[in-house]
């Protein structure tokens, strides 16, 4: 069920669909990796994180990478990306100045 | 179509157990899973051949095919044509990865002997489609103004609006134009990455535009009147007496439009390059001889 106001998945119907346990969700929030929401007193998440949790899922259930792996993994990652988008301006930075 | 020697690609022996292959399959994709190498295409091609080798050995029916006839792999038609006798081919499979991969990530090596992938979730799991990465070549001059382009996904034609002022290596999102969900799950979405290729004589920084023209003596120390290319066309620019050479001077809106931002432009700056004559004559070199003395 998802609930069309603010597309909220209950966390309970999502863990469902997805076959994981509500424990794992509670595991990501604690560690800071996902957002909870409360809404009417049920726990969701957004849909917008869903790509992000499937993630994460892969990571601890289909590479077998505990949660304090995925963690710092997942920090990691973001480092990388602020990098590679740092050396895509760099590279234009440079071509502008190659152009001289 | 070369054979692949899948034991190889998981470093694993002839010989190796389901476990062996579960364990290799694992570390190597813990090495080349693209959700741990984003934007890194050689890791994306190696985990490709990693899954591959994985979706043939760690399935029992597979793996016996395989190694019975890989090597001999141009006897695999022989064997899909007898498979397609059979009823079609709904085995139970392994656990693999998922993510962003579809048929089109096996070998044509895995096509012909195992006719595309059986991969399929043991479960009924729901999941988003995997996400399109393309890359789109533009010229500066066609991302000067927004417009629309047709683009072919996956034998799909999408039509996109391109917004002016895009800039290079800036990556939007087309939501939905990925792979089609897994058991109703919502669709991936399409990344296209923009190169944006610079054949003018304008150099841009983000929405400002630099460029230098050169100036004849005269009209640098008397003043005048030259026309300047900007990147929508001519226009006549005053110049003051005196102008020194390396003078830099900002047309205010005559540069790159604001990315989204209708109407709004960035500046050109252009720089002087003060030409001075060649080939005097006499009389030029008299008259110069003469005007240094006065100073």
Same mark, same amino acid.
């Given at each position: 069920m998802i609930m069309d106001r603010e597309n909220l998945i209950p966390i309970q119907d999502f863990c469902s669909i997805y076959k994981v346990p509500e424990t794992f969700i509670a595991s990501l929030y604690e560690y800071e990796l996902i957002e909870i929401t409360t809404t009417e007193n049920t726990q969701c998440v957004s849909v917008t994180q869903i790509k992000n949790i499937e993630k994460l899922i892969r990571f601890h259930f289909e590479m077998d990478i505990n949660l304090e792996g995925i963690h710092a993994i997942s920090n990691l990652l973001d480092k990388v990306e602020t990098l590679q988008d740092e050396i895509k301006k760099l590279h234009n930075k440079i071509d502008f100045y190659e152009r001289e | 179509? +070369?054979?692949?020697?899948?034991?190889?690609?998981?470093?694993?022996?002839? !010989? &190796?157990?389901?476990?062996? =292959?579960?364990? &290799?399959?694992?570390?190597? &994709?813990? @090495?080349?899973? +693209?959700?741990?190498? +984003?934007?890194?295409?050689?890791?994306?091609? @190696?985990?490709? $051949?990693? !899954?591959e080798a994985n979706e043939v050995l760690s399935h029992p029916e597979n793996r016996k095919k395989y190694d019975e006839h890989g090597k001999d792999w141009k006897h695999a038609e022989e064997? $899909?044509? &007898? @498979? *397609?006798?059979?009823?079609?081919? *709904?085995?139970?499979?392994? *656990?693999?990865?998922?993510?962003? #991969?579809? $048929?089109?990530?096996?070998?044509?090596?895995?096509?012909?002997?195992f006719g595309g992938s059986s991969k399929q979730r043991s479960s009924n799991t729901m999941f988003r489609g *995997?996400?399109?990465?393309?890359?789109l070549q533009l010229n500066l001059k066609d991302v000067y103004t927004s417009h629309k382009r047709t683009l072919t996904v996956n034998n799909k034609n999408i039509r996109i609006t391109i917004p002016a002022g895009i800039e290079n290596g800036q990556v939007i999102k087309i939501t939905g134009h990925g792979g089609k969900g897994i058991n109703n799950g919502p669709n991936g979405d399409l990344y296209i990455t923009f190169n944006i290729v610079n054949n003018t004589h304008f150099?841009?920084? @983000? !929405?400002?535009?630099?460029?230098?023209?050169? %100036?004849?003596?005269?009209?640098?120390? %008397?003043?005048?009147e030259v026309t300047v290319d900007t990147f929508d066309g001519k226009v006549k620019l005053k110049v003051k007496p005196e102008t020194q050479n390396g003078t830099q001077i900002k047309l205010k809106n005559k540069g #790159? +439009?604001?990315?989204?931002?209708?109407?709004? #432009?960035?500046?050109?700056? =252009?720089t002087f390059n003060i030409k001075t004559p060649t080939n005097l004559t006499d009389k030029e070199k008299e008259l110069f001889t003469e005007l240094s003395k006065l100073r």
């Open positions: - | 179509m +070369p054979y692949i020697d899948y034991y190889k690609i998981l470093g694993i022996p002839k !010989n &190796a157990t389901e476990k062996d =292959i579960k364990k &290799a399959y694992r570390k190597l &994709a813990r @090495k080349y899973h +693209p959700d741990l190498n +984003p934007n890194d295409k050689e890791a994306e091609k @190696k985990f490709k $051949e990693i !899954n064997f $899909e044509k &007898a @498979k *397609q006798q059979q009823q079609q081919y *709904q085995g139970n499979r392994q *656990q693999q990865y998922s993510g962003n #991969f579809n $048929e089109s990530d096996f070998s044509d090596f895995f096509e012909s002997m *995997q996400d399109f990465n393309a890359e150099k841009r920084d @983000k !929405n400002n535009l630099y460029t230098t023209i050169d %100036l004849d003596l005269y009209n640098a120390l %008397l003043g005048g #790159f +439009p604001v990315y989204k931002k209708d109407g709004q #432009f960035g500046d050109l700056y =252009i």
